[in-house]
């Protein structure tokens, strides 16, 4: 994943590292300028004779401040790039991830594994790596190659610190990385105490359990806070154990200097310029493991984000027959289902005749929305064969499929969006239009009391908007439509009598020679349906029209005569 992002910003990532280098070339390289300057200074050379290396200096310096400025800008599109990118990936994953895999995952925990791995992919890429070959690589580098140019053996004692170094932050990068995920652990558990909190205010709040709720958060807090200033110490205790021994290496050159400039096998001059370079060849190793540390926490982080882009895909959204016109014929033979090892639906035949209406009832847990799902394409049968038009639904092309039929979830079919886009997404239809469609489901007056009219945002899930509000502009979606197929989860479960018996004559009137397939509670309108498929435990009870389920089914029996009080 993170190397389909990295060859997507290829271009701007060579550009990147390529001033990274030409920087700290041009930085190296003032250095050795500033040396000539102030040993011919030494020597008593006239201000004239060395103005071309004054001048050389300047150039030089003024050509990284400016090559400094210019980086800002990649070094930007980079850092912001690489979490978008990844955020991007994310949802074009959504788009196609297998359903039942999405529903698993829970949207609050896959909120949270986008977002912490997008920044840990992030870190990863532009904070480890690139800021590495960027600017440490390049620093180091050139630095010894300067080095090595002067003394050869002072630029032996530097690598040999390297070494000591190494093995001392190895010491406590262990202590930091331990303490480090701890803190990790306790931020994930508190984010989601958050997130919980953030999206169940009805449930917490009616149930008095935000008191219980912030007194966890404040302990995870603590923690969290503890472990931290515990963590800074240790960091803090590094760059002081550093900055000693840089002092000791400086101490070393020091004398090792005085000694050959007093004899006049060295300059002054290079022994300034060896302290510069000194400075700067230990700076990035301070930073480095500062990274190194932040890049393993990052990598735990990340994998939970690979896990995600790794979840199964819907193998037949995008591949299979495509549909280029429906009758709408559905033919369920011996069809089996169950989440993991629970069957829900077991060996399940029926069928639905083009452009008929058919019920399905059933005690709630019968498996009535499992085989709607089925019939979306949503989930996936474990055997038996499940046609559509005479094909196997397993074959056909879903994303061709979805073209015609409309699908009211049970769940929530409104979206966060205003009414306009709940009715035609993007499509741009008149006004007059829509006012007519919304008339047909009650909504018009409703509508144009509204500030905004039909650019009225509904809000997260349209929760704005009443329960029945919402399933009867998700109505009318569904008739501005004009689908071949529809197929409405409990469509009518939040409305009154009332407007209940009349939303469904509309129903039956806009959806009349159409194939309309709705889950029903409530029994009101069951007369009207061609066909009722009666569901009792994940098997078929009965089927038939109302009379004949009436007379011979007394699982359908007891349904209506228990919707009516009467218990037989
Ligand atoms: N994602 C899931 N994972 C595991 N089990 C599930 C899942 N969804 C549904 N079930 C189980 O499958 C069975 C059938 O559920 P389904 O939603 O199809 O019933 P239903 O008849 O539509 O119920 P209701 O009328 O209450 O909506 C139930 O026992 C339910 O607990």
New binding site residues.
Partial sequence: MLRKCLVHLKGWIVLYISLGFAIQFLSSLGIVVFQEILDRAVEGTSLGEISGFIVSYGVLLGLVVVLNYVDEYPSAHLSNSITERLKILALSKISKIDY?AY?EMGTGQMIKVIENGAAAGNSIIYSFFLKTLHELLPTIIFSLIFISFYDMRIMLVIAAGYVVIFLITNVLLKVLYRIKSTILQEQEAMSRYSIRGFMELVVFRTNRKYEQEIRKISDTARNIIHKSAQLQMIHESFFAIFELFITVIKVIVLIYGVRNVVSGQASLGVMVALFMFIDKIYTPIAIFNVLFVNYRLNKVTYQRFEQFINAPEDRNLEAGTAITELRGAFEFRDVSFG??E?P?LRQLSFSIAPGTSVALV??????????IKLMAGLLKKSGGQLLLDGMELDQVCLNSYYEHISYLS?DSPIFDDSIRGNMVFEQSLPDEELYAVLDKVHLKEKVLQLPEKLDTLVGEKGLKLSGGERQRLAFARAILQKRNVVILD?PVSALDNITEKSIMETVFREFQHKTVII?A?RLNFIKEVDKILV?EN?CLAGEGDFESLMEQCAPFRALWNNGRGIVE
Avoid: A, C, D
């Fill in positions: 039942l529903q989440y993991g629970v829900v059933g005690l709630s847990g019968s498996g009535k929305s499992t085989i049970q409990e889950i509670h569901m994940g």
